[in-house]
Structure formats: structure tokens, C-alpha cells
């Protein structure tokens, strides 16, 4: 399973992006998925979940309130509104190796390239 996630770019504290995931295999609307991301010279962290079905949804408490995760089959996607400095990173997708959601990177087989996103302040 190839991802390719897409949307990343350069905007203000305040604004909004769109982030967009799309899967090269019809298997992974059957699984879970979700977004991370990594810092300059932090680990890479959580940020949303959603399962399977699009049913049930996660969020770290850093992007609760600003962000919605959703998808449509093998397509994902990440509303990313009020951005903030701190959102400054490199975004992940991934799919997870059941149906269900994931907070934890382990439960992760496939990942994408990952997808620049820099809030200037």
C-alpha cells in the first residue's frame, strides 16, 4: 500500500489547510487510519485517529477543537483550522493494521512521505 498525503503549505497563525490522504489500495478502507506529525528535532507524535468506518475519532489534546479527521473510504483527510506556530511540522498519514483507531504509532504498517505544514506567526 502506497499513501500519498498532500495539502501542506505555508500559511499565518489563524488560518486554515486541508490535508489529504489517499491510499493506492482499495484494503485500506478497511482499516483504520490516521495523521501524525514531527517537529524539527521532536519525536513524531500523535495527532488524529479514525477507524474504519469513520464511526469513531481521536485527537491529541494539542489540536482537540481545531482539527477534524475524516475519510471516505481509502481517502483521508485533515481540516486543520486556527492553525498556530506550534503546528509547524511535518504531517503523516498512515493505516493502521486493524479496523479499528490508533493512538500509537505501533499499531501503524503504512506510512506516507509526509506533508509540510509551517505556521508563521
Known amino acids: 500500500v502506497q499513501l500519498q498525503a498532500s495539502g501542506g503549505g505555508l500559511v499565518q497563525a489563524g488560518d486554515s489547510l486541508r490535508l489529504s490522504c489517499t491510499a493506492s489500495r482499495r484494503t485500506s478502507s478497511n482499516n483504520g487510519m490516521g495523521w501524525f506529525r514531527q517537529a524539527p528535532g521532536k519525536e513524531r507524535e500523535f495527532v488524529a485517529t479514525i477507524n474504519w468506518n469513520g464511526g469513531s475519532s481521536y485527537y491529541s489534546d494539542s489540536v482537540k477543537g481545531r482539527f477534524t479527521i475524516s475519510r471516505d473510504n481509502a481517502k483521508m483527510y485533515l481540516q486543520m483550522n486556527s492553525l498556530k506556530p506550534e503546528d509547524t511540522a511535518v504531517y503523516y498519514c498512515?493505516?493502521?493494521?486493524?479496523?479499528?483507531?490508533?493512538?500509537?504509532?505501533?499499531?501503524?504498517?503504512?506510512w506516507g512521505q509526509g506533508t509540510q505544514v509551517t505556521v508563521s506567526s
Open positions: 498512515a493505516v493502521a493494521r486493524g479496523a479499528w483507531a490508533s493512538t500509537s504509532a505501533n499499531n501503524y504498517q503504512y
